[in-house]
Nanobody, 123 residues
């Protein structure tokens, strides 16, 4: 069982940018997906972006397509999320996740989670 640790959250005005990072340790074996999710209190966790370690293919929620960019270093030990043109509705706790999902942006299909980092976007 690996460990995930997010960093990089904070507060920003609408239109600004933030970069989140997730340090992964203890993962071995077959390639896996890593993803970013976000959650607002009272709402279901939402898939934001995912990347597949074997070929670096990426997947994005429609709400962030063209504004957010997910990347991973070659060792698959650091996952990043570059968030541009942020909007107030991007506010939430952002979680890093790893697993072998069939649906890459479905939170129920991920087994390992970080503790989350808060992103606040003010208007």
């Amino acid at each position: 069982q690996g460990r995930l640790q997010e960093s990089g959250g904070g507060s920003v005005q609408a239109g600004g940018s933030l970069r989140l990072s997730c340090a992964a340790s203890g993962y071995t074996g077959s390639p896996y997906h890593m993803a970013w999710f976000r959650q607002i209190a009272g709402k279901e966790r939402e898939g934001v972006a995912a990347i597949y370690g074997a070929d670096s293919s990426t997947f994005y929620a429609a709400s962030v397509q063209g504004r957010f960019f997910i990347s991973q270093d070659n060792s698959m030990r650091t996952l990043n999320l570059q968030m541009n043109r942020l909007k107030p509705e991007d506010t939430g706790i952002y979680y890093c996740a790893a697993g072998h999902p069939n649906l890459v942006l479905d939170y129920r299909q991920y087994t390992n989670w970080g503790q989350g980092t808060l992103v606040t976007v003010s208007s």
